[in-house]
């Protein structure tokens, strides 16, 4: 069954303080692994898009990572707006449109 | 651009009534997904809707439905509320469904609350 795991369940970081949130996923064939951010009381907003092991992506202070078995999303001197509930998602093995979500990491960045 | 827009935002209703939700993707957008986020479970598919197909299903009772008409817009129907259908409906459109990119734009949400 496909399975998607996120780490930690919430991270609180000063303002500078980088820090990595995890995402570890089991699939039948990985065809994309994405990347949203969420914040509180709005719908998520896709940040990347990861198809193969070694492919990284960057945005702003945000760089995603993908090996074989899991992503990371790094934060490098993060600000506070950077808070916010972070999510992963692998499409389903043969349910192409239905995404299968993480839990979320919950970022809190004091100044 | 208008994003994807979500009706009502909030609602309450009690044990066995039932409730309409509906979305509007963004213009030109032919997929339409719905998903049930709730503390517990998280973020669950319900259903993928192109071109007023159904393509895709979660694993959701037949209590939930949904429809698409040919304007693409969008609607879901819970019958028979329960306690736990308690959450945030949220719609996501995309050009051509998740399959490509996984750039799905998702709108607020509805939050429901059954009493």
């Known amino acids: 069954e496909d399975q998607v795991t996120q780490s930690p369940e919430a991270l609180r970081l000063q303002e500078g303080e980088s820090s990595s949130l995890n995402c570890s996923y089991t699939?039948?064939?990985?065809?994309?692994l994405f990347w949203y951010r969420q914040d509180p009381g709005k719908g998520p907003e896709f940040l990347f898009t990861?198809?193969?092991a070694g492919e990284e992506k960057e945005k702003e202070r945000l760089k995603a990572t993908l090996t074989k078995k899991e992503s990371f999303l790094h934060i490098t001197a993060p600000k506070p707006e950077d808070s916010a509930t972070y999510l992963c998602?692998?499409?389903?093995?043969?349910?192409?449109?239905?995404?299968?979500f993480g839990q979320g990491t919950e970022l809190s960045v004091k100044p | 651009k208008a994003g994807v827009t979500q009706t009502p935002r909030y609602l309450i209703k009690t044990r066995g009534q039932q409730v309409t939700l509906s979305c509007s993707p963004i213009?030109?957008?032919?997929?339409v997904s719905w998903y049930q986020q709730t503390p517990g479970q998280g973020l669950q598919f319900l259903f993928e809707?192109?071109?007023?197909?159904?393509?895709n299903k979660g694993n959701f009772p037949g209590r939930f439905s949904g429809r698409q008409f040919s304007n693409s817009r969008s609607e879901m129907n819970v019958s028979t509320l329960e306690l736990g259908d308690s959450a945030l409906y949220l719609c996501?459109?995309?050009?051509?469904?998740?399959?490509?990119?996984?750039?799905?734009?998702f709108g607020e949400g509805s939050r429901l609350t059954v009493l």
């Open positions: 996501a459109s995309s050009l051509a469904g998740q399959g490509g990119t996984g750039e799905l734009f």
């Open positions: 699939v039948s064939g990985l065809r994309g």
């Open positions: 990861l198809y193969s």
């Open positions: 998602a692998v499409p389903h093995y043969n349910q192409g449109g239905k995404l299968i």
């Open positions: 213009s030109g957008h032919r997929s």
């Open positions: 809707y192109f071109s007023e197909t159904q393509r």
